[in-house]
């Protein structure tokens, strides 16, 4: 792959950054917020899950060169969805996988996506890292191709076509895709023809002022707030109203989809933990109906039950989501998202 030309990613379009001055490169929140957020968000907020990049190309062959923050690995989730990248290609309108750029030992990183494609021009999205963070990011290709700004505006905001934001957890984060594209707010992303924000900062999603804050910083189309699993009862009547109220009233006509938590497999045996969920669930519901007669018809409430199938196979620890259960949770979601 030397005999490649590589390209900035950042001169082609970044899509997934919601702020214009993040607090690095490839980063999920804003500098503006930094003396307000806890030191867990600013580091989880370094971690570029969501974060794509889009362009078109001529190239028989494409590639990745990157250098990651951390090299970091956990022991339950690919290093390929923890750091390493996916190219999906726009084909007859739909979004198709054909791609991961694999990362190696070390923080530098050197991968082709494909090697032998046919030379016709063609619109991609390249989704980088999920836990780890990018310092650099650049995209190869062979040395008489071309590679551009995309034309076509798939996944691409605008004034007629605005985000949507997802707010939550580890999950939301995208714990344990085993690629980039497969985490939920990047599936949901395609099957809305929507640009996806993803505000997933795992053990962290405690609704935050802070967060609530860079949210009203963005001009959305919907906030899905999936925070509940990192959550308690006290925490939701402690901070969700006032999280929600100052979305609401910065907001007052955007859509809010609040998704309780799904029937996890490991509260099967845990039933002190059942009951906790289910008491919690239980306050959620009630914020939930007391906006609703407050007059606040945009808010959308999304049971559990059911979101990840009912077969206990879609987690890789009872938690936390393989791709079938990604799959199944967007799938369960999306016809809350649709206009």
Known sequence: MKSLRYVDAKS???TGMAFNNPLGDFARLPEELRGELRSS????????????VRFRSDSPVIAAKWRVRNNFSMNHMPDTGIRGLDLYVLDNGKWKYIGTAKPGASKDNLSAFIRNGDRVMREYITYLPLYDGVESLEIGVDSVSTIDMPVNRALISGPDR?????Y??????????????????????????RESINLGFSGNARMDMAIAKSVNMVDYHTLVLDCLP???????????EIFIRTV???????????VENPEFPNLLPDKKASAEIVEENGEWRALFERL??????????VKGNGLIG?????????????????QRFSENLVKYLKD
């Not at 968000?41 to 794509?52: D, E, H, K, P």
């Not at 605005?162 to 997802?166: Q, W």
């Open 12 to 14: 082609l379009m970044v």
């Open 41 to 52: 968000l600013i580091s989880l907020g370094m971690n570029s899950a969501g974060v794509a």
């Open 162 to 166: 605005k985000p949507v934001i997802f």
């Open 168 to 193: 939550g957890t580890s999950i939301t984060q995208g714990g344990c895709a085993s690629r980039p594209g497969m985490a939920y707010p990047a599936i949901l992303g395609r099957m809305l023809n």
């Open 230 to 240: 990192n959550m308690t009862a006290q925490m939701v009547r402690d901070s969700a």
């Open 248 to 258: 609401l009233k910065h907001n007052p006509g955007k859509r809010i989809v609040m």
């Open 292 to 301: 609703r007669r407050e007059g606040f018809r945009n808010i959308i409430y």
């Open 310 to 326: 009912e077969d206990s196979e879609a987690t890789v620890d009872g938690v936390h989501l393989t791709d079938l259960g990604f």
